[in-house]
C-alpha cells in the first residue's frame, strides 16, 4: 500500500560536468597556463560526474579488495582482488594522463593540468589516486638510475592500464613500502635488509608495515646495507616471469580508504635493484615525498570540493520551515564558509603545481620547497572538520552511507598522515626556515605581492616575518636546546599563520572582491570564527555561494 509520495529529495546529483562547475579549477588552469588541457579537462569532468562512474566508485567501494594468499592448490600467489568498477575507475585516470602526463609531456602549465585531472578523478572516487600519485611520484627517483629507467621509464609513461601481475607488460604502475612497525615516519629506524647478489641484483629480507596497492607492477622500498639506508626498485613480476617473493601477511582494515588496498608485506630473499647512491636512500626519495605531499593537496583539496558541491545541491532543492534552505541566512553563511575555504584550497594546489613544471623561474624551486610543506600541513588538516560540517548540511541524509559524504568524512584524515602527520610536517617546516634560507625568501616574497590592499593582510605578514626571525634567530642562538624546544612546541601555530598567509596572498591577487574581502576577514580578521558558518558581519555571502 503506497502510504506517502516522496517529496522535497533534492534529485540525484548525477550527469554533471564537474569541470565546467567548478569555477575555481576552472579559473586556476587558464590562470597558470594550462587553458590547452581545458577540452580534455572537460571530458574527465563530464566523465567523473556521470552516474556511471559514480556507481563504479561506490561499487569500489562497497566490494573492498580481498587478499588471496594461496591458489587453490596451495601455491602463494599473493594476489588482491578489485571489483571491476575499481579497475575501470584507474583505467580512466590513467588514460587521461592524472598519473604521469606532466612528465611525458612537460611543457608549461604541465603539473596544472595535472592536478586538475587527478582533482577530477580524486573527488568522486579517492582510493584509486594513491597508485596514480605514487607512480607521478617514483619518476624522479627512477631517473636516477639510467638502466632502470630505460627499462622502465616508458612503461610509467604509458595511458594503458593492465592490472593483471605478468611479464611483458608494455605499462606500470608504482608503489611504496617504506614504514616498518618499530619506526614509522622515522625511516631511518628501518631494520629491512639488502645484501648484493652480483649482476646489480639485490636480496631484500624484513617486514613492511604499510603497503599500499599491492597489485603495483613495482614498488620502491627503503632497506639498509653496509653503507646505510638505501632505495630500491623491487618489481612483482621478474623478467622470466616468475613472481618476485612478496609475501603479502595482510590487507589494513583502515577507517576509509576502502577500495584501496593497504598490506603488511613480508621480504625474503626478494629481488630488487638499487635506485641512486647506495647508503643515500633518503635523498634518493626526498623529491618524490614533495610529489606525493602536493598530491596530498590535490586529495584533500578535491573533498573539500566535492563536500562542497553535495552540500550546495542539496540546499538548493530542500525546504525547511517555509523556505529553501540554501535562502535562509545561517545556511547560506554556512555554505558560504565552506566553499571560501574549498576556493582557498583550489587556488594554492594549483599555484604550486605551477610551481613543479620545469620552465618555472628558479626561485619557484625554494619557492615550494617550504609552501609545499606549510599548505600540506594546513590544507590537509582542514580537510576532515570540512568534510563533516557539509555532511552535516545534508542532515540525516549525509550521515548514511547512501549518500557520498559519509565516505568523504572518513577518507579525509588520510592525507593528513600519508608523506608525513601534522608534526612531522610542522618540523620540517621548521628544519627549513632555519637551514634554507632562500626557501623563506622566496616564500615571503610571494606573500609580499599582495601588500597595499588590506592593512588586515598586512599586519598579518608584518607579525609573520617578526615570528619567523624570532624563530631563526634562537636556533642560532646561545642556549639553543632549550630555545629549539620551545620552537618546536610552538610551531603549529607558525606553521598555521604561514598557510592562512599564502592563500590570502593568492585570493588578494586573484579572486574576487567577494572572495578576497571574506578570506582575509574570515580567516585572518579580528573577528573571524573557529568553526564553519562563523563570518563576519558585511560579507557578500550570495556572491561566495553562487561560486559554489
Request: glycine share 8%.
Amino acid at each position: 500500500m503506497v502510504t506517502h509520495t516522496v517529496v522535497n529529495q533534492a534529485p540525484p546529483r548525477v550527469d554533471v560536468d564537474e569541470f565546467a562547475a567548478n569555477p575555481a579549477l576552472r579559473e586556476g588552469v587558464e590562470r597558470y597556463d594550462a587553458g590547452w588541457a581545458t577540452a580534455s579537462l572537460g571530458e574527465v569532468g563530464r566523465l567523473v560526474g556521470s552516474g556511471s562512474f559514480q556507481r563504479d566508485a561506490e561499487l569500489a567501494n562497497i566490494h573492498e579488495p580481498r587478499l588471496r594468499a594461496f591458489d587453490r592448490c596451495g601455491d602463494r600467489i599473493d594476489e588482491v582482488e578489485y571489483d571491476d568498477g575499481y579497475h575501470r575507475v584507474i583505467a580512466a585516470a590513467v588514460a587521461a594522463g592524472a598519473h604521469t602526463s606532466a612528465w611525458a609531456d612537460p611543457r608549461p602549465g604541465a603539473n596544472v593540468a595535472r592536478a586538475a585531472a587527478f582533482m577530477l578523478f580524486a573527488q568522486v572516487e579517492p582510493g584509486h589516486a594513491c597508485p596514480v600519485s605514487m607512480t607521478h611520484a617514483a619518476v624522479p627517483a627512477l631517473a636516477l638510475s639510467e638502466g632502470l629507467a630505460t627499462e622502465w621509464m616508458p612503461r610509467l609513461l604509458s595511458r594503458e592500464y593492465d592490472g593483471r601481475l605478468r611479464a611483458g607488460k608494455t605499462s606500470a604502475l608504482f608503489g611504496m613500502a617504506m614504514t616498518e612497525k618499530q619506526g614509522g615516519s622515522d625511516v631511518r629506524a628501518n631494520t629491512t635488509r639488502a645484501l648484493a647478489d652480483g649482476d646489480g641484483r639485490w636480496l631484500l629480507t624484513g617486514h613492511k608495515w604499510f603497503c599500499s596497492a599491492p597489485m603495483s607492477d613495482a614498488f620502491l622500498v627503503l632497506a639498509q646495507t653496509a653503507s646505510g639506508l638505501s632505495c630500491f626498485l623491487v618489481p612483482r613480476v621478474l623478467e622470466d616471469g616468475d613472481r618476485n617473493v612478496f609475501l603479502i601477511q595482510r590487507l589494513k582494515d583502515k577507517l576509509g580508504n576502502r577500495s584501496n588496498a593497504s598490506s603488511e608485506v613480508e621480504f625474503d630473499g626478494t629481488v630488487g635493484y638499487l635506485l641512486g647512491e647506495e647508503g643515500r636512500g633518503v635523498r634518493t626519495i626526498l623529491e618524490m615525498v614533495n610529489r606525493t605531499r602536493l598530491d596530498c593537496i590535490l586529495g584533500s583539496a578535491a573533498g573539500m570540493r566535492q563536500a562542497v558541491a553535495e552540500a550546495a545541491w542539496h540546499v538548493r532543492h530542500r525546504s525547511a520551515f517555509g523556505a529553501r534552505l540554501i535562502d535562509q541566512p545561517a545556511m547560506r553563511a554556512v555554505l558560504a564558509d565552506l566553499a571560501l575555504e574549498s576556493e582557498a584550497a583550489t587556488e594554492v594546489a594549483l599555484r604550486l603545481a605551477r610551481a613543479h613544471d620545469a620552465d618555472a623561474p628558479a626561485t619557484d624551486a625554494a619557492f615550494r620547497r617550504l609552501a609545499t610543506a606549510v599548505t600540506k600541513y594546513w590544507v590537509c588538516k582542514r580537510g576532515p572538520g570540512h568534510a563533516y560540517e557539509a555532511l552535516e548540511c545534508l542532515g540525516g541524509n549525509g550521515y548514511t552511507e547512501a549518500f557520498p559524504l559519509a565516505r568523504r568524512y572518513r577518507e579525509q584524515p588520510v592525507m593528513a598522515i600519508w608523506e608525513g602527520s601534522g608534526n612531522v610536517i610542522a618540523l620540517d617546516v621548521l628544519r627549513a626556515l632555519r637551514r634554507e634560507p632562500a626557501a623563506w625568501d622566496a616564500f615571503d616574497a610571494e606573500l609580499a605581492h599582495a601588500r597595499g590592499r588590506y592593512r588586515t593582510f598586512d599586519a598579518h605578514h608584518d607579525r609573520l616575518r617578526a615570528r619567523v626571525a624570532s624563530c631563526v634567530a634562537g636556533g642560532a642562538a646561545d642556549g639553543a636546546a632549550d630555545s629549539s624546544a620551545a620552537a618546536e612546541a610552538s610551531v603549529r601555530p607558525l606553521v598555521a599563520a604561514m598557510a592562512v598567509a599564502l592563500q590570502a596572498s593568492l585570493l588578494i591577487r586573484h579572486a574576487s572582491d567577494a572572495v578576497a574581502d571574506a578570506f582575509v576577514a574570515a580567516r585572518i580578521g579580528p573577528e573571524r570564527g573557529s568553526l564553519y558558518g562563523e563570518l563576519p558581519p558585511g560579507l557578500d555571502l550570495r556572491a561566495l555561494v553562487t561560486r559554489a
